[in-house]
């Protein structure tokens, strides 16, 4: 919650329809990290994308989900034809990166985007 | 079996005692562990931090990791009732940005 933005912070969709979800990460920084927290249940990584490049999307469904981050503004995620199974918190996490690679273990996460498919 | 496992509670306990929290994991790789505290519709909250195995302390909150035995905790001393929240505990294979991985969290309790 240190400087990690996210909105909108709660989203309603209905089925079919498409949900774009914001993150901008802490002042000066160009990585990105989503995860998704379904109910009763942990976090789990979606992506990581740096400025204009993904570095890994190990964890983003096969279909329908994408991600972005432009040179300018915010980091997108984007799913397309929401189904319920959907419906969850969606978290950004950015590291402080103060210097060095050792200031890139910590991840500060942004409030999340609830999103709710009817 | 999943890569993290975190009893998931709920966990009551009165406010003043000591509250032990734990998670195992199965990745021997595993060198970075970190601690998040989650309040209710909020985001996680970045308690501790530590790397390897050994021993961290940062007021009430104490975090160890024993590799040898996959195995790590969290203490938390005097418990308040502000504490209330669920925890999750988290770990990376390396230094430098990489991605996370959660165990389910614990919902405690600290009772007035």
């Known amino acids: 919650n240190a400087g990690v933005m996210q909105n909108p912070r709660h989203l309603v969709r209905r089925r079919g329809q498409e949900a774009r979800l914001r993150c901008s990460p802490m002042?000066?920084?160009?990585?990105v990290y989503w995860y998704r927290q379904l109910p009763e249940e942990g976090l789990k990584f979606m992506v990581y994308?740096?400025?204009?490049?993904?570095?890994?999307e190990s964890g983003m469904p096969k279909e329908r989900f994408s991600a972005e981050f432009p040179k300018e503004g915010p980091s997108i995620l984007r799913i397309q034809q929401v189904v319920r199974g959907d419906s969850a918190a969606y978290f950004c996490?950015?590291?402080?990166?103060?210097?060095?690679?050792?200031?890139?273990?910590?991840?500060?996460f942004g409030p999340g985007t609830r999103l709710t498919v009817l | 079996q999943k890569e993290v496992e975190q009893d998931p509670g709920p966990l009551s306990v009165p406010e003043g005692a000591i509250v032990s929290l734990n998670c195992t994991y199965s990745?021997?790789?595993?060198?970075?562990f970190m601690w998040y505290r989650q309040y209710s519709r909020k985001g996680p909250e970045l308690l501790m931090y530590?790397?390897?195995?050994g021993n961290k302390e940062d007021g009430r909150f104490t975090a160890q990791v024993d590799k040898s035995s996959k195995y790590i905790s969290l203490f938390i001393r005097d418990s308040q009732p502000s504490d209330s929240a669920t925890y999750l505990c988290?770990?990376?294979?390396?230094?430098?940005?990489?991605?996370?991985?959660f165990g389910q969290g614990t919902r405690l309790t600290i009772n007035p």
């Open positions: 996490a950015s590291p402080s990166g103060g210097g060095g690679r050792e200031s890139y273990n910590e991840q500060f």
């Open positions: 002042k000066g920084h160009s990585h």
């Open positions: 994308l740096q400025k204009e490049n993904i570095i890994d």
């Open positions: 990745n021997s790789a595993f060198q970075y």
């Open positions: 530590t790397y390897s195995s």
């Open positions: 988290a770990m990376k294979l390396g230094m430098g940005a990489q991605k996370l991985v």
